[in-house]
């Protein structure tokens, strides 16, 4: 339901795009474009499913028209990095006009494979550690995009854990290091920081893979007050179910980064509009198509940030969620 009131949000957001002169959009090329999409997950995730649906729609209320003036092929690479560099290839082999790629891994590989054909991306955190752009505001080759958080999101992830359950004495950060090399730096920083205010221990907790899991989750429930902090990372996002079942069966309070953990039982979470990333890429993806080069597209990082609680998550932890965090919170679940 919550994933439904995210997408309409998110056309709403389009209306305006939608009374655009006649005469802009007859300046757009009698050919027909094509447009390559790079997506880091299966093609059976309905959170997934719900952006591409966005993108394919953002683009037609900005006047391309898939079998008019677009094509877009779409490959899906199930969180398989050799899928992804093999399909990466498979795209660029189409030669697209541009290619919007989801997740870092995504965006490597499509780097990895052309220089020359724009990339916009999406649901990246450190495009400039990651060697997809020399800085923010002169990105300086063929890709551009949309990152996913900034660095002081560590330290907001732990305050937010914190005021929701205040005795947590020892937070542990969830993270697979093959999928998100740039932790180290981008985030543990501003975490170990507020950890060293609020007097809490650091831990940090890498994932090599899904069988490792419960192990992880499980040290940190040995002793009591611990939680648990889950960082934007394609691995922790497919396996969220299994992450938050988890948590609950530990009984471990946790943050998540996005809105879709606590709709299927997270406790709460703290992060970035998806839909308002996608947007964006849409206007990036316009732009591009009609003559603007990704050097001279800035790359943008999210000034919109979702807090959402799960009352009942919380109830079945025995935590009292203070009414000032309810107050502020953009969504309470039930």
Request: charge should be neutral.
């Amino acid at each position: 339901m919550a994933s439904h009131i995210g997408r309409r949000k998110f056309l709403a957001t389009l209306g305006g795009a939608a009374a655009w002169p006649l005469a802009a959009r007859a300046q757009q090329a009698d050919r027909v474009r094509r447009i390559g999409v790079l997506m880091g997950f299966p093609e059976s995730d309905p959170e997934a499913q719900l952006r591409v649906a966005a993108f394919r729609e953002g683009l037609q209320k900005l006047g391309w028209t898939e079998g008019r003036n677009i094509r877009i092929d779409t490959r899906w690479a199930a969180l398989e990095a050799q899928a992804m560099q093999r399909f990466a290839k498979e795209l660029v082999g189409l030669r697209p006009d541009v290619i919007l790629a989801h997740t870092t891994p995504a965006t490597l590989a499509v780097h990895q494979e052309t220089r020359t054909i724009p990339i916009v991306f999406v649901g990246v955190a450190d495009a400039i550690a990651s060697g997809f752009v020399a800085s923010f505001s002169r990105p300086g080759g063929n890709v551009t995009g949309f990152t996913t958080v900034e660095p002081t999101m560590g330290g907001k992830w732990l305050e937010v854990l914190k005021e929701i359950a205040p005795r947590v004495a020892r937070v542990a950060v969830l993270f697979n290091p093959a999928t998100a090399p740039y932790y180290s730096e981008l985030y543990l920083n501003s975490f170990k920081a507020a950890a060293a205010s609020l007097g809490v221990e650091p831990i940090v907790a890498p994932v090599l893979d899904a069988s490792t899991l419960e192990s992880v989750v499980a040290a940190q429930a040995r002793e009591p007050n611990g939680g648990l902090i889950v960082m934007p990372d394609i691995f922790t996002t497919g396996h969220r179910a299994e992450i938050t079942l988890l948590a609950a069966r530990y009984r471990l309070p946790a943050v998540y980064p996005f809105r879709y953990f606590t709709q299927i039982g997270g406790l709460l979470s703290y992060g970035s509009d998806p839909f308002d990333q996608v947007w964006h890429a849409t206007t990036y993806v316009d732009r591009i198509l009609k003559g603007e080069k990704p050097s001279e597209l800035p790359v943008q990082a999210p000034v919109k940030f979702e807090l959402v609680i799960n009352l009942k998550t919380a109830k079945t932890l025995g935590l009292d969620v203070p009414w000032i965090l309810q107050q502020r919170a953009d969504e309470v679940i039930e």
